[in-house]
């Protein structure tokens, strides 16, 4: 692993390593589109593809215990060639629901790479399912890994999929935000959410609708709050087509950051900027006393572990947390003010790649002494049992959000896990059928 | 309606079936694709992911690469993973984008030799096939590269030939099959790698577990005499203890069809009125018995219950979801390339 390490003073930004092929880690807690899609209440998906791709979508919904809401139809090699893909979906789908017991308010429809670079006319076959089932919302959805450096990514596009449904109302309601992009339902103890609540401001999330009818409310919120930049895309469409509001309060982990984004959203709210000092002390406080148990153990985050990993690195290493490592393939346009800082305050701070081929072997040595990894991918690459299973910020936020992060690096060190058990579920917080 | 699933999720694509044949061979596998199928196969379809080493990695193809047809940055790729892994051939493994844009395989292989000075395997599996197709064509591949020197044949020596956790459900199944035989086994990609490939023309007979070994033992046959024939001498303990009072009984096997047709015989051995085996997997006429069926859709599975008039039905307990007026027993016989469950983990 060191021989593919570059110190952060000597790492390009944004990517840090040249591109090769590419090992992808055992760990399976971050989420895919399958567990993106059933965060749609009463949404039924439906894949058109061929069967490598769908084996791995159909087994993510099984393993989620919901099969009940996936249908598929598999592609056949003379489906590449025989001009049948827009039948394929329209009867494919169509044979489909005619068979649920029961129709869907909305369905999702994705097709793959193979529909794309065969030139299919999906719009066409949308506005023909729509024809035939008029009391069902069509939303075109599409598993294109290949677009990963085009255009929106297929997480982006997933995201703002996911919203399409949303339609305009005609007054919008001026006491009620949403927040956009999060898969998990955020941890209501931050103070973001007692302050809207103690300014009688709904938020409303996806991750909480319990019904469609619930879910389309959100088309009424005045404004769409984003916290991570994959969300941006679902918030300016939602904001082109029906005049929602959209602010990107980005998760971080600096108490300025954290304050700036509180300023906005109150500026946008037309209130007064809220006195979270108390919130702040607690959490350095949290902080300091995860170090004091802590101390200088060696500390390495991977980026699947939250959206800002380098925001996450820059607060503990300015607590005094000895962190040693960052593993992370490229970076995003906002870390590079926490790249900066880091590069110019703590230059030997390590940068490793995930995806490098060397990784595949990276992992074959126990680590001899104690580390205390946060994230999946730090966790296997370290072989390291005191591991915070943190993946994509789990809904925390602002200063709660860091004091619930402290408490749980100091139960990591303290509690060991099963990393294979742990790291072998799919979908983070999603159920599991193994 | 083709092609049609409700009930039962798809089952292992033969770009898996590629990975798993040459899972233990210490090649370098480099999957044609953007990532999206690596992590399937990886993923779902490869049990030995977490604790075997073995050097499977995503070509990472973007839509550029497949549009502009940049075959000469994905062999720079290769080429410099092989400075890393230093891997004694290298495998290209198809997809369904290199299907659809109709890579030129052929020539990869010979630009992606030219440069890493090792044998390279190009399988053109498209995704849209079943594993057994891909670990066929991967097994005969590997043995045509590398099984070319005619040694003297050993004495009491079996070359195993098909197995995969794909189709045997274990990751210890090339134990269990080699210790099924009283001879010395290889078993070819579950503890028998590429030295033991290199020597097979040394193997008095060769034995195909699964129809993925039947191509590989027949190219043996053709270019160095070795007999061989179609057996799985290993199933487990628990199934035939599951399966030892099914006298009398009219019984509908489903799996792939060597391990399907190796428990007809121990269940008429045994007393079973009739046996039956279907499988959505690929056959050999000599194993096919008159009551055998070839399924396709997954309401054929149904007609075929329903047809033999089975009392008993074996098969990955998957198969119920599309059985649901069955009122027979079931027996559960996993299958990895179906459910993706191992015996270990029952």
């Known amino acids: ?434 | 309606m083709k092609g049609f699933l409700k009930r039962l999720s798809p089952f292992a694509p033969d770009n898996s079936g590629v990975v798993s044949a040459l899972f233990e061979f210490g090649g370098l596998i480099a999957v044609c694709d953007a990532g999206g199928c690596t992590g399937n196969v990886c993923g779902f379809d490869e049990p030995r992911w977490f604790t075997m080493r073995s050097a499977v990695f995503s070509t990472g193809m973007r839509d550029m690469d497949a549009i502009l047809g940049r075959d000469h940055l994905l062999v720079d790729k290769i080429v410099s993973a092989q400075e890393t892994v230093k891997a004694p051939f290298a495998v290209l493994v198809g997809t369904p984008v290199p299907a659809v844009i109709a890579t030129d395989f052929k020539a990869l292989r010979r630009m992606a030799e030219k440069r890493t000075q090792v044998p390279v395997l190009t399988i053109e599996s498209t995704g849209v096939n079943y594993y057994d197709k891909g670990a066929s064509k991967a097994f005969e591949m590997l043995f045509d590269t590398f099984a070319v020197e005619n040694l003297p044949v050993e004495k009491d020596s079996v070359g195993i030939l098909g197995a995969t956790p794909l189709d045997f459900s274990s990751c210890q199944a090339g134990k269990f099959l080699a210790d099924s035989i009283d001879k010395k086994a290889y078993v070819y990609g579950m503890g028998a790698g590429l030295e033991a490939v290199k020597h097979a023309s040394a193997n008095e007979r060769n034995i195909a577990v699964s129809p993925s070994g039947v191509a590989a033992a027949r190219l043996l046959e053709k270019r160095f005499g070795t007999p061989w024939k179609m057996a799985s001498p290993w199933l487990p303990e628990e199934l035939l203890k599951n399966c030892s009072s099914l006298a009398g009984k009219k019984v509908l096997i489903i799996h792939q069809q060597f391990a399907a047709a190796a428990l007809r015989e121990k269940l008429l051995a045994a007393g079973a009125d009739d046996v039956a085996c279907a499988t959505f997997f690929m056959t050999e006429k000599s194993l096919t018995a008159p009551h055998d069926r070839t399924l396709k859709e997954e309401e054929d599975l149904a007609k075929a219950v329903e047809e033999f008039k089975a009392d008993v039905v074996i098969g990955d307990r998957m198969f119920k979801k599309v059985l649901p007026d069955f009122q027979g027993g079931f027996i559960d016989f996993p299958h990895f390339a179906v459910s993706g469950r191992l015996w270990e983990n029952l």
């Open chain 1, 1 to 434: 692993m060191e021989n593919l390490t570059v110190p952060i003073s000597k790492a390009a930004f944004p990517q840090p390593f040249p591109g090769g092929l590419e090992f992808n880690a055992p760990a399976r807690g971050m989420w895919n589109i399958v567990h993106t899609g059933m965060l749609l209440p009463e949404a039924h998906q439906i894949f058109i593809c061929a069967r490598g791709c769908l084996r791995g979508v159909i087994l993510t919904a099984a393993e989620m215990n919901a099969m009940d809401r996936m249908s598929w139809v598999g592609i056949e090699e003379r489906d590449f060639y025989d001009n049948s893909m827009e039948e394929n979906v329209i009867e494919g789908v169509t044979e489909i629901l005619h068979k649920l017991p029961k129709k869907p308010p909305v369905v999702l429809v994705f097709i793959s790479c193979v529909q794309l670079f065969a030139g299919m006319d999906f719009p066409e076959c949308i506005r023909e399912l729509s024809r035939r089932f008029p009391g069902i919302f069509f939303v075109d959805c599409y598993m294109n890994p290949t677009m990963r450096k085009s255009g929106l990514t297929p997480d982006q596009l997933m995201r703002r999929q996911l919203f399409l449904p949303l339609q305009e109302t005609a007054q919008l309601e001026m006491n009620a935000v949403n927040l956009l992009g999060s898969d998990f339902a955020a941890d209501r103890n931050c103070e973001l959410f007692l302050w809207l609540e103690k300014n009688r401001i709904i938020c409303r999330e996806i991750t909480r609708c319990t019904s469609y009818e619930s879910y389309l409310d959100m088309g009424k919120s005045f404004l769409n709050m984003t916290w991570i930049p994959q969300a941006a895309p679902a918030a300016e469409a939602l904001e082109n087509r029906l005049g929602q509001k959209h602010l990107h309060l980005p998760i971080c982990y600096s108490e300025r950051e954290i304050g700036e984004n509180y300023a906005a959203l109150a500026q946008a709210l037309d209130l007064p900027v809220p006195d979270f000092s108390e919130e702040r002390s607690k959490a350095q406080k949290a902080l300091d006393e995860a170090f004091s148990v802590i101390g200088t153990t060696p500390v390495v985050i991977d980026y699947t572990a939250t959206p800002r990993v380098l925001s996450l690195a820059r607060r503990l290493l300015e607590t005094g947390f000895n962190v040693e490592r960052i593993f992370a393939d490229v970076f995003i346009p906002g870390d590079k003010e926490d790249f900066e800082f880091l590069k110019k305050n703590f230059p030997e701070l390590q940068i490793t790649p995930t995806l490098h081929v060397k990784m595949r072997f990276a992992n074959e040595k126990k680590t001899s002494s104690k580390v205390l990894a946060v994230g999946q991918k730090a966790a296997f690459f370290t072989n390291t049992p005191n591991f915070v299973d943190l993946v994509w910020g789990r809904g925390f936020y602002g200063h709660h959000g860091v004091a619930a992060v402290a408490g749980l690096l100091r139960e990591a060190w303290q509690t060991p896990k099963d990393i294979k058990k742990v790291i072998s579920h799919k979908g983070w917080g999603c159920e599991s059928c193994l």
